[in-house]
């Protein structure tokens, strides 16, 4: 009879240590079922593979010298901190934006050249949603006759093709290019909008 | 004699062939613990070693800034922060051989995890068995605090092979921004540091979740010369969002931005910041958001409501750990009509289960209506400030709580003004103060018609006494300002 109650206690002291077991105020060692996340082997930051890179199906825009790069420009009120001289330094993540529409960048190339394409740019990145603006392109010679050589026409910008658009007309002489805004469907702006401008 | 023995030995035999099946599997009764490598291209920090369970984390070294006073060129300096997940119980250690001094003494904060580390030649250990956001501050000091960040396990991963899914997988990668479109998925991985941005603009049915890092150290401080707000989680106008499990780190503005956007979630999402004007969470004229689980150590407002564009309703803040290093906990205003918009209100809005581990600038908790809106139904229920530290600006904004219309540097609308009515504060403790006393608290109304009314507070502790009336609570209130009350 007592070695039943002996065994008894035994039994049930073995089975109240069970709850115990792997309790990490002791120095036991806790069963863990681990897994290890490994990192790729890489020597620098990449772009994801997920977000193919789109450059390659960015509008290309002719190889040839930029005329209004760095040239003078003119424009009405802008908004906020987007002046008119983001439009042709050289940068695609400073930009410029009108105080509303209708909008114009008058650009003065400092001389008389032979051009055949306007590029209008905004920031490639992502967050600059697709978006339309209305554009069109007049020309002068002496700054006060102009002609249009691009009617007004709704471009489509999206980050997908470099959020730029190409404007190619017959190779005209030209020492100003007026670029008209009439409308832009961005949700965040009012006004016109261009990171660069540029002259081919 | 002998037949007892074998009896013994049979049954001590049986038990211990039984025990699995009656305690369950090996497999059962083991910590399910997820570890993840750092990407390749980094070290782990110098500063602190950190080990779970005998597994070595990589440990990051993030910004954060002990500069306690608004600096336009402010640098920020850096502590260790590490991640895991797990179900079950875990054994931590952690070294510090970075600490520039022997680590004599160790606290593991929130207190309320009750946790008391052990620590023997400078090595500190201490067991959790419940997911959460832990800190440890070595000798007393917020010096290279380390913040670690054990997850639960991950559920209801995303499928990869939807071509709505986009995955980003462990290593450190770069990309000027993320723009997320309707019905899409994020997923960033444990392991991955993602030097990026990432935009939901008008869109619906968007997630972005996982475990990994969105990083903007390779960016300026957003107001330096030729610098710009990278804003790591940006949702303007968009609806059915849900932001979950991710840290961001490093940021060079503010951190998670909602703006004019409806039906947001977010859970265990963990940001510290040490860079100019780094809020933590920050919404503006937004309705129904809920966040849960967050962590916010920040250099500017760790949770701070707006109205710019409309009104504000709607949203819970609840079971949120704090950490302010500059401005306040948890804030409602300056800008409370930045859009100049008809009848602008900030309504409906929850604190609750709000753990602020230091509070180092302004006050704790804060309205600060500097335009014309209508701020009305406001709960702060169970707010636990370990630390309420408030250093103010030159003798100014030292208060625990604030509540102001007046006008500020951020006002729009400086020639009207609003009122805020039906505050109800349940639950307030601090455990410690600057100077070991009651610091005050201050309710200040604008005029005869634009008052603040209606203000409860009950089951207030501060300094482990019970208050229950506005002298013990060093309340001052100005002659615009009804029915405030303690209890």
Redesign the interface.
């Given at each position: 009879m007592m070695?039943k109650k002996l065994?008894a206690c035994?039994?049930a002291l073995?089975?109240l240590s069970?709850?115990c077991?792997?309790?990490?105020?002791t120095d036991h060692?806790?069963?863990?079922?681990?897994?290890?996340?490994?990192?790729?082997?890489?020597?620098?930051?990449?772009?994801?593979p997920?977000?193919p890179d789109p450059t390659e199906n960015y509008i290309p825009m002719p190889e040839t010298e930029n005329y209004a790069h760095g040239k003078k420009v003119v424009s009405g009120v802008h908004a906020d901190v987007y002046v008119s001289k983001n439009v042709n330094d050289g940068k695609t993540?400073t930009y410029w934006e009108s105080k509303g529409l209708p909008a114009e960048m008058l650009i003065e190339l400092g001389d008389t050249y032979s051009i055949s394409t306007v590029g209008v740019f905004l920031n490639?990145?992502?967050?600059w949603?697709p978006r339309q603006q209305e554009i069109a392109v007049w020309v002068s010679t002496d700054g006060i006759e102009y002609m249009e050589v691009a009617p007004a026409f709704l471009y489509q910008f999206d980050?997908a093709t470099g959020n730029r658009i190409r404007i190619d007309i017959e190779t005209v002489e030209a020492a100003f290019v007026k670029v008209i805004f009439t409308k832009n469907t961005a949700?965040?702006t009012l006004g016109a909008q261009a990171a660069e401008i540029c002259v081919y | 004699m002998k037949r007892?023995c074998m009896?013994?030995l049979l049954?001590?035999l049986s038990?211990a062939l039984l025990?699995p099946a009656?305690?369950g599997t090996?497999?059962d009764?083991?910590?399910?613990?997820?570890?993840?490598?750092?990407?390749?291209?980094m070290s782990s920090s110098s500063v602190a070693s950190v080990s779970v369970?005998?597994?070595d984390l990589f440990v990051y070294d993030v910004m954060v800034n002990h500069e306690h006073i608004w600096n336009a060129n402010t640098q920020p300096t850096r502590t260790p922060m590490t991640y895991f997940d797990f179900e079950?119980?875990?054994?931590i250690k952690i070294s510090m051989p970075g600490l520039g001094k022997d680590v004599t003494s160790a606290k593991v904060i929130p207190l309320s995890y009750g946790i008391e580390p052990k620590i023997e030649n400078g090595v500190v250990t201490f067991?959790i068995?419940e997911p959460g956001q832990y800190t440890v501050i070595f000798n007393d000091s917020v010096n290279k605090a380390l913040h670690i960040f054990a997850n639960p396990l991950e559920t209801d991963v995303p499928d990869f092979n939807d071509p709505n899914v986009?995955?980003?997988?462990?290593?450190?990668?770069?990309?000027?921004?993320?723009?997320l479109a309707d019905n899409q998925t994020l997923y960033i991985?444990?392991?991955a540091?993602?030097?990026s941005?990432i935009?939901v603009?008008?869109a619906k049915n968007v997630r972005i979740c996982g475990r990994g890092i969105i990083d903007g150290s390779d960016y300026p401080a957003w107001n330096q010369a030729g610098s710009?707000a990278r804003v790591p989680i940006?949702l303007?106008?968009s609806k059915d969002v849900s932001v979950e499990g991710i840290i961001i780190a490093n940021s060079n503005c503010w951190n998670v931005n909602s703006y004019s956007s409806k039906n947001v979630t977010i859970d265990n999402v963990k940001v510290i910041s040490g860079r100019q004007n780094g809020d933590g969470f920050t919404f503006q004229s937004c309705t129904d958001h809920v966040v849960t689980n967050c962590f916010a150590r920040t250099w500017d407002d760790s949770l701070v409501l707006k109205n710019y564009s409309g009104s504000t309703k709607g949203i819970t803040f609840r079971n949120i750990q704090i950490w302010t290093d500059l401005a306040q906990s948890m804030e409602i205003g300056y800008e409370t009509d930045k859009g100049w918009t008809l009848d602008p209100e900030i309504s409906d809005v929850l604190f609750e289960d709000i753990t602020v581990l230091y509070n180092f600038h302004k006050p704790v908790i804060s309205i600060h209506n500097s335009d014309d809106a209508y701020v009305h139904d406001i709960v702060y229920r169970n707010i636990v400030v370990e630390n309420a530290m408030m250093q103010g600006d030159n003798g100014f904004n030292k208060e625990l709580i604030e509540m102001t219309l007046q006008n500020s540097q951020w006002s729009t609308v400086k020639d009207e003004f609003g009122s805020i009515d039906n505050v109800l504060i349940d639950g307030l403790t601090v455990y410690n103060t600057a100077n070991g006393k009651v610091p005050a608290s201050r309710f200040s109304g604008h005029n005869e018609k634009h008052r603040i009314t209606n203000v409860a507070m009950r089951n207030v502790n501060i300094l482990g006494n019970p208050i229950q009336d506005l002298k013990t609570m060093k309340v001052s209130l100005n002659d615009y300002c009804d029915a405030i009350t303690i209890e």
């Open positions: 070695m065994l035994i039994a073995i089975l069970v709850p077991m792997g309790i990490c105020e060692e806790i069963p863990t079922i681990v897994t290890i996340v490994r990192a790729p082997d890489q020597e620098k930051a990449e772009r994801p997920c977000f993540d490639p990145a992502s967050i949603e980050p949700t965040r | 007892n009896t013994l049954l001590l038990i025990l009656l305690s090996a497999e009764e083991a910590t399910m613990l997820t570890i993840y490598e750092g990407p390749k291209t369970n005998g597994y079950g119980k875990v054994q067991c068995d986009f995955y980003i997988g462990p290593g450190e990668w770069v990309m000027d921004a993320i723009a991985s444990g392991g540091v993602v030097h941005i935009s603009a008008n710009y940006d303007n106008h």
